[in-house]
């Protein structure tokens, strides 16, 4: 997928995953939802310009919260992706 100027790129472990502003909004919103997370919501503004980085500790926290969501909250295309690299970044969280 070609990343366009409303897309965010996500750095998982050095693989670039793309996803929707609104799948970005989506997520955020969700995030602020689950423990020890704050960090990665944090990183909000990053996005925009440049690849949001996520270090060893963030990808695991985001990858358990994604765990949690369910199938069907994993709708979104670009979230299923970005749950995907997740898995494959972080076998275990």
């Known amino acids: 997928m070609e990343a366009s100027r409303l ?3 996500v750095d998982v472990a050095g693989e670039m995953v ?3 502003w609104h799948e970005r909004d989506v997520l955020l919103e969700e ?4 423990e020890g997370t ?3 919501r944090e990183r909000e503004t990053v996005g925009a310009s440049q690849p949001v980085e ?8 985001l ?3 994604l765990d949690n969501w369910g ?3 994993l709708q979104l295309e670009g979230i299923a ?3 995907a690299a997740l898995m494959r970044a972080e076998p275990e969280p």
Do not use: G, M, N, P
């Open 7 to 9: 897309d965010v790129d």
């Open 18 to 20: 793309v996803i929707t």
């Open 31 to 34: 995030l602020s939802f689950a």
């Open 38 to 40: 704050k960090s990665i």
């Open 54 to 61: 996520l270090d060893a500790e963030q990808r695991a926290r």
């Open 63 to 65: 990858r358990a919260a």
């Open 71 to 73: 199938s069907d909250r």
């Open 81 to 83: 992706r970005l749950h």
